[in-house]
Nanobody, 125 residues
């Protein structure tokens, strides 16, 4: 089993930036995809960005052009660079990984079986 630990959340004003990180304890396979999700109380998880071991990425329309997903394969860290943050970006952000080969990494929650605990992001207007 892989452990995922997120960091980098916090409070920021609208228009500001944050960078989230997700440290994985290990990578038992070279084929994988990783994703960032967010959730607000009373709503389901929203997949916002994903990256495959090939380097291909998928973004939700709500964050396209503002958020960038990347990974450090040496350190086993997944990043989410968030720019031009809006109050509606306020949520608990979690990372996830699935050890399968997928050219187009999915944003669906059901596609992932390893999850981190999350880090809170709060954007004030």
């Amino acid at each position: 089993q892989v452990q995922l630990v997120e960091s980098g959340g916090g409070s920021v004003q609208a228009g500001g930036s944050l960078r989230l990180a997700c440290q994985a304890s290990r990578f038992p396979s070279r084929t994988f995809y990783m994703g960032w999700f967010r959730q607000v109380p009373g709503k389901g998880r929203e997949g916002i960005a994903a990256i495959s071991n090939y380097g291909t990425t998928t973004y939700a329309d709500s964050v396209k052009g503002r958020f960038t997903i990347s990974r450090d394969n040496v350190k086993n860290i997944l990043y989410l660079e968030m720019n031009n943050l809006k109050p509606e970006d306020t949520a608990m952000y979690s990372c996830a990984v699935q050890f399968e080969s997928r050219w187009n990494p999915p944003l669906s929650e059901i596609s992932y079986s390893n999850w981190g605990q999350g880090t809170q992001v709060t954007v004030s207007s």
